[in-house]
């Protein structure tokens, strides 16, 4: 196996907690739409509003359900990646809809965060995502080195003077690209070398003293080489020299500042039976009938960056194919083949969960406001069997609860989520 290349986890299917029921929910829809009527957080009430979908009449349920004063998350979370939402949105599904050992799911993984939140709370985790990225940033956060393990692997690396097999010159000083090249090619398949790949590619480039290039757009973001080549030209910079060792020391000390040694054994324990897997969400036939109780996901929206360009040096560092990976990315254009490509995602979803089981589906507008994906995604889950609890908008800072439907993020200086509920009937 190349350094870098991922394999799929071998897994044994994690099973809910002995006593639980395989179809045991958590709560009823009914049951669901209550607690959220009801729900206060700093005394703010819900505000209830409806709206009309295929003749139909959904529920909308407006409050700040997490984001009021919201527990600090924790310090592992911290991996930059584009478009990513805040752990405490899965924490709460997770906490109202699932109990210990139940087993949760999130077909879009991206960099993980339901995932390890869910394993954090002590559930068992499927994790699948296409793009083999998420399987390196997500799989070492479930099985920590320590950090003298960490250090003492990175002083075992001869950092040799190599040069990149491509013109790396505009982002990075010579010696420091001779260091990445080094780690490029000597890093293994073993807990304490992954744990360094993921936390290696996270810092390859970015906009602070912390990354390994010189000054570029956030990490979560992307240059090419000609894009970099303009940005050094105007603002006059050289890419200075980064000492790539006290770099990946310094983010693993960060990373793992509030772990304690019981957390840490809680994530290996939950990781030994974790799946994690690189397919396309319509076809995940490794996962079994009627065996997750709950997902939380967000899947990509319409007009995304094309694979390539977003994530070109990440996949040179880890040995991994990007023409080939795009090839396998449904890029929707307009909403209609954007709605196909998630009918056949609910379809999947409807399988493998559970009766009584859940799935969270947060998504957002495009088009600037003028395409609300919720209105489109309510119909796609009740066609596919699912019940539609509501359409959950949890809004920080919100003043104005008339349209509700149709606030953009930020637009009013109102930052939203909006999820999409449905369970699974009996």
């Known amino acids: 196996m190349s350094p870098g290349c991922r394999r799929e986890s071998k897994f044994t299917f994690p099973h809910s907690t002995p006593g639980h029921s395989d179809t045991m929910p958590s709560l009823s829809t009914e049951k669901a739409k209550t607690v959220l009527k009801e729900f206060k957080l700093e005394e703010k009430e819900t505000s209830i509003d409806n709206t009309m979908l295929e003749s139909e009449n959904y529920t909308k349920f407006v409050n700040e359900f997490w984001t009021a004063k919201q527990r600090q998350a ?243 560092f880890n040995n991994i194919d990007v023409t080939e990976v795009e090839k396998k990315i449904s890029l929707c254009r307009n909403v209609e083949s954007w709605s196909d490509l998630m009918s056949s995602v609910f379809e999947e979803l409807y399988r493998i969960t559970v009766s009584g089981g859940w799935v969270a589906f947060e998504v957002g507008e495009v088009n600037n406001g003028k395409v609300e994906l919720d209105e489109y995604v309510v119909p796609l889950g009740v066609r596919s069997g699912f019940d539609c609890a509501g359409v959950m908008v949890n809004s920080q800072d919100f003043t104005k609860t008339s349209n509700i439907w149709g606030v953009n993020n930020m637009k009013t200086g109102t930052n939203t989520n909006r999820i999409v509920l449905f369970n699974k009937p009996k």
């Open 74 to 316: 924790n310090s592992i979370h911290e991996i930059s990646y584009r478009a990513c939402y805040k752990p405490q949105l899965p924490r709460f599904f997770i906490d109202l809809f699932t109990d210990e050992g139940d087993t949760v799911y999130d077909p879009f993984a991206g960099r993980g965060t339901t995932l390890i939140e869910a394993a954090l709370m002590n559930r068992n985790i499927v994790g699948n995502d296409v793009n083999p990225l998420s399987h390196v940033l997500t799989e070492p956060r479930l099985k920590i080195p320590t950090l003298a393990e960490i250090e003492e692997r990175l002083n075992e690396i001869e950092f040799d003077q190599l040069e990149a097999d491509i013109d790396l010159s505009m982002f990075f000083h010579k010696d420091t690209e001779a260091e990445i090249v080094s780690l490029k090619n000597n890093l293994k398949d073993s807990d304490v070398d992954n744990w360094i790949r993921m936390v290696a590619t996270n810092r390859l480039t970015g906009h602070s003293a912390g990354f390994f290039s010189g000054y570029t757009l956030p990490p979560n973001q992307a240059a090419s080489q000609k894009s970099q080549k303009v940005i050094n030209k105007r603002l006059g910079i050289i890419p200075p020299y980064k000492n790539t060792k006290e770099i990946i020391m310094k983010k693993s000390r960060s990373l793992q500042r509030n772990l304690s040694s019981e957390t840490i054994e809680k994530l290996k324990k939950v990781g030994l039976s974790a799946i994690l897997s690189s397919k396309d969400s319509r076809e995940t036939l490794h996962i079994p009938d009627s065996s997750i109780n709950l997902t939380v996901t967000s899947p990509p929206f319409l007009n995304i960056v094309r694979y390539a360009d977003d994530n070109w040096l990440r996949c040179w």
